[in-house]
């Protein structure tokens, strides 16, 4: 994986937070509010599923696998969708509305069906928005500031992701563990988040065009060797990362009440906020690859904590790097992906990307569960430190011609 061939760049007032065009900031605050509203129901659905309605690991990692897998597999249509009508927001707007109509369906859901059937359209809508969202901010973000961009936005997302499990936390402490209230309040930042795309989100005017030709499928060898590089990446990645409802249940497993489960996402979320921003700033200015090493090498001790964690204090210490690794990974897996897809195909390059990613969460995730529920917690960290080790190693030994920087 070569280095970037661009002379590095001197911190100053053009390159910082004031640089940002107002678009990535608007995008940025949609993620917020409906990160913010996912989370209030994400940080309690696994405890919800296992003790109000009586699921297993098991079935908790199909329901997340496939949740992801929906999602991932809708973002290659409506990314190439949004390359040949030449606009993104319509299809962005689809996507967050309906995201913000499953919202009251999960506080309704009488049975483990239902809610499998809010969490797939959940992630639908997610993937209807997933990639035109990510080439529109690609659109917006000057080339210079794109790691920069990326970043603000997993950042401002992020933040979104640990308000979301504090209102949560709150809401149960002062209902005595209302679990369906919670979903009932999480509609609202997924409303105010659908409104604010109507309001405030304008497409440069550079890309709202007349469509040239409709979506060909072969368009996908015109990604040079270095995007197939960035995908080959995000695959290793993926598959060694399942989903993060399993940090919720080990949180549980070493004693800690329910009502305060919400709190391990908000401490992951803290690190992931905080990081993202800083490391994507610093990624425009020397570089990606060792950035990247260093994300996957955090995943390994995160894993090996969350192993061999004997009470929540370690499993903090654990999530925390877990949240860690998520700011030095996925805002830099973004803009590897703005830098070597073509401009004009940046969305289905975006739906590329992320079908490999969720297909592999889906099999990492059913994994996971079966780990869990045949031998236990620790045997499922552990797989996850060796599956993170074994694509280090690929990594590092991977030859820089093909490679990003």
Excluded at 26 to 51: N, Y
Excluded at 237 to 255: D, H, I, K, N, Y
Aim: hydrophobic residues 55%.
């Amino acid at each position: 994986m070569a280095e970037p061939s661009q002379p590095l760049r001197s911190p100053s007032r053009q390159d910082g937070l004031g640089a940002i065009p107002k678009g990535v900031w608007v995008l940025g605050l949609v993620s917020l509010l409906m990160d913010a509203s996912s989370e209030m129901i994400h940080s309690l659905l696994p405890v919800f599923l296992t003790t109000v309605l009586g699921a297993g690991a098991f079935e908790l990692g199909i329901i997340e696998g496939v949740a992801e897998a929906t999602a991932a597999i809708t973002k290659v249509f409506s990314g190439a969708i949004s390359d040949w009508v030449g606009r993104r927001k319509p299809l962005v707007l689809f996507g967050y509305g309906i995201a913000a109509a499953t919202k009251p369906v999960f506080a309704l859901a009488p049975t483990v069906g239902w809610v499998a059937g809010a969490r797939c359209a959940d992630r639908l809508g997610k993937g209807i928005r997933g990639a035109p969202r990510d080439a529109l901010l690609a659109d917006l973000s000057p080339s210079h500031l794109r790691g920069a961009s990326f970043g603000l936005r997993q950042s401002l997302d992020t933040v979104g992701a640990f308000v979301g499990p504090l209102i949560a936390v709150a809401v149960m402490a002062c209902s005595g563990g209302a679990f369906r209230l919670v979903f009932w309040i999480s509609a609202i930042p997924a409303g105010l988040a659908a409104v604010l795309i109507v309001a405030a989100v304008r497409e440069p005017p550079a890309h709202a065009r007349a469509p040239s030709r409709r979506p060909n499928w072969h368009d996908v060898k015109r990604f040079p060797r270095a995007f197939w590089a960035v995908v080959g990446i995000a695959a290793a990645m993926t598959l060694a990362r399942f989903s993060e409802g399993f940090l919720l249940l080990r949180a549980q497993s070493v004693g800690l009440a329910a009502a305060w489960v919400p709190l391990v996402l908000v401490v992951m979320n803290i690190v992931y906020a905080s990081s993202s921003y800083p490391i994507g700033r610093l990624s425009d200015r020397l570089g990606r690859r060792g950035l990247l090493l260093g994300g996957f090498a955090v995943l390994i001790v995160a894993d090996l904590v969350l192993a061999q964690a004997g009470d929540i204090r370690q499993v903090l210490v654990g999530v925390a790097m877990w949240g860690l690794h998520m700011g030095l990974t996925q805002g830099l897996l973004s803009a590897l992906v703005a830098d070597t897809a073509p401009a004009e195909l940046r969305g289905t390059a975006f739906g590329v990307f992320n079908l490999v990613s969720g297909a592999l969460l889906l099999l990492a995730s059913v994994l996971a569960g079966w780990l869990w529920s045949a031998i236990g917690p620790v045997a499922t960290f552990e797989a996850g430190a060796a599956f993170t080790f074994v694509a280090l190693i690929g990594l590092v030994f991977r030859q820089g011609g093909s490679a990003p920087n």
